[in-house]
């Protein structure tokens, strides 16, 4: 999901300059109000999806996890 919210980003940016005549202040205002809420939630399922794969809750997924992870 990384790329795709920075190309996300890019576009929001370049939209925020061209509505805001290239005032930079308000425009990255705009853009921060407009993305924060996305970014947020892309965040929060990060920390879970990592929580699950660094502590699987079964023994099921243990083994999934195992078997996609190379050993160190």
């Known amino acids: ?3 795709s ?3 996300i980003g890019g576009a929001a940016v370049a939209e925020a ?9 308000a425009a990255f205002a705009a853009y921060n109000q407009q993305l924060r809420p996305l970014v947020e939630e892309v965040q929060a399922q990060a920390l879970v999806m990592l929580a699950d794969y660094l502590v699987p809750k079964t023994q099921e997924a243990i083994q999934l996890r195992n ?5 160190f």
């Open 1 to 3: 999901m990384g790329g």
């Open 5 to 7: 919210l920075a190309m």
């Open 17 to 25: 300059l061209a509505a805001h005549h290239g005032k930079v202040d």
């Open 67 to 71: 078997t996609q992870t190379p050993p």
